[in-house]
């Protein structure tokens, strides 16, 4: 009896994320990315940054200087939270692919993934749709 109802649940809320996720991506709609995570060390921040940046130095010259990597530490919260996390805004999917399928974004994260590997190993990773709540028209 137990597992059917576990059963039950589970077909719900998958269903669910596929109903919620097609009615709430609207093709060409801004969306972010984040990235949480934990680091270790101060020379494992300032390292990121670094990388970050070179990202974002790359974004601008593909022409996207609105599109920007940033980094995040918590400044409060309980133990057991992950202590970082990275964004990025997105003005649409299109920008998104053809930014992942540059050959300059492809040599950039050749040449920092063995350390976004490490420092990213239990990441938890979202993408959020923006649903239009852009405030009153000018």
Partial sequence: MKMRIIAGLSALVFSGVFHFGSVANPVGAPFRTLH?????????????LAVLEEFN??????????????LWRVQEGGPGQLNYLYDSLWPD??????????????ALLE??????????????????????TRGPKK
């Fill in 93 to 106: 999917r299109a920008t998104y692919d053809k930014v992942h399928q540059d050959s300059g974004y492809k």
């Fill in 111 to 132: 040449k920092h993934l063995p350390f976004l590997q490490q420092i990213l190993k239990d990441e938890v990773y979202y993408k959020y749709v923006e649903l239009g």
């Fill in 36 to 48: 949480q995570f934990n680091l270790t060390t101060i020379g494992e921040e300032t390292r990121l």
């Fill in 57 to 70: 130095q790359l974004f601008a010259k593909l022409g996207y200087p609105e599109v920007r990597y940033r």
